[in-house]
């Protein structure tokens, strides 16, 4: 399972998705909406989730803070495979296997060129905040991009027993 490449990107927060057979469930938001949209006793449609006879869950928190991440990966241990955080694009050094078994990374990182303000060409990310608006299009960076991403063994009760941080530089 390759987190940068079978992964999209797109789907609504909430949405339960099946790749091969690991179950993914993207959900972003800021403080309480991520416990509301937490993968529990069921998806938003009043369905109930197995999360026993569901195996392999990934969980992609799409979110700003930090400590969001942190507290769900500690609220969700146990009950599912991974917690990898994103949106940031930074990548943190974090990655650990929590007490029941969930592995977890507070942000995985972005793929791109990291001599970039996010993947974005620097001139006009800067100039958006020394002017305090938008004056110009972002342009994607055509520099060399750098692959980041975790590499995450789970067992086939769907623990996890050891999380790599992936980084592939040009």
């Known amino acids: 399972f390759q987190l940068a490449a079978n992964m999209k990107a797109g789907g609504k927060s909430g949405k339960v998705?099946?790749?091969?057979?690991?179950?993914?469930?993207?959900?972003?938001?800021?403080?309480?909406?991520?416990?509301?949209?937490?993968?529990?006793?069921n998806d938003g449609k009043g369905r109930q989730h197995d999360f026993q006879a569901a195996g392999h869950i990934f969980v992609d928190i799409h979110a700003?803070?930090?400590?969001?991440?942190?507290?769900?990966?500690?609220?969700?241990?146990?009950?599912?495979?991974?917690?990898?955080?994103?949106?940031?694009?930074?990548?943190t050094?974090?990655?650990?296997?929590?007490?029941?078994?969930?592995?977890y990374i507070t942000d995985v990182g972005m793929c791109g060129d990291y001599d970039s303000v996010l993947g974005f060409e620097i001139d006009e990310p800067i100039n958006r905040l020394a002017r305090k608006y938008s004056g110009g299009r972002l342009t994607?960076?055509?520099?060399?991009?750098?692959?980041?991403?975790?590499?995450v063994d789970i067992d086939d009760t769907g623990?996890?027993?050891?999380?790599?941080?992936?980084?592939?530089?040009p």
């Open 17 to 41: 998705a099946r790749h091969g057979g690991i179950n993914r469930f993207r959900h972003g938001g800021y403080g309480h909406d991520l416990f509301k949209q937490a993968p529990r006793q």
């Open 64 to 91: 700003e803070a930090t400590s969001e991440k942190l507290a769900m990966g500690y609220y969700l241990d146990g009950k599912v495979s991974v917690v990898a955080g994103t949106h940031t694009h930074v990548p």
């Open 93 to 103: 050094a974090d990655y650990r296997l929590l007490r029941q078994g969930t592995a």
């Open 140 to 151: 994607v960076s055509k520099g060399k991009g750098t692959l980041y991403g975790i590499i």
């Open 159 to 169: 623990r996890a027993f050891n999380i790599e941080q992936l980084i592939i530089k």
